[in-house]
């Protein structure tokens, strides 16, 4: 089993910056890809980001691209997700979430059926 924890949401003026962060566990956790994805009240759950075991490989979802930055620290089991210049329509639940892949194509990073461990979430609230 995978634990997944999230922390780093909160309150933050648009236009500011907020680096949200995920911390691993568990005893099958090893060569996984990992992803964000975020749900606004009264949306789907929809796609961030996601970076491969070796971290040679980022995706991003057109919303957040060139404001986003993903990385992880595979010694220390974590994965962060930066984002600068919030909008209010960032504001949403932000979820970590582990694959049981290493590495896939663009369109298998994007669905969540794709996940198999899931975080708690972390609320992110952007104002005007």
């Known amino acids: 089993q995978v634990q997944l924890e999230e922390s780093g949401g909160g309150l933050v003026q648009a236009g500011g910056s907020l680096r949200l962060s995920c911390a691993a566990s568990?005893?099958?956790?090893?060569?996984?890809?990992m992803g964000w994805f975020r749900q606004a009240p009264g949306k789907d759950r929809e796609f961030v980001a996601a970076?491969?075991?070796?971290?040679?490989?980022?995706i991003y979802d057109d919303s957040v691209k060139g404001r986003a930055t993903i990385s992880r620290d595979n010694a220390k089991n974590t994965v962060s997700l930066q984002i600068n210049n919030l909008k209010p329509e960032d504001t949403a639940v932000y979820y970590c979430?582990?694959?049981?892949?290493?590495?896939?194509?663009?369109?298998?990073?994007?669905?969540?059926?794709?996940?198999?461990?899931w975080g708690p979430g972390t609320q992110v609230t952007v104002s005007i």
């Open positions: 568990g005893r099958t956790f090893g060569r996984n890809a």
């Open positions: 970076i491969n075991w070796s971290a040679t490989n980022t």
């Open positions: 979430a582990a694959s049981i892949r290493e590495d896939g194509s663009r369109w298998y990073f994007f669905s969540s059926s794709n996940y198999a461990y």
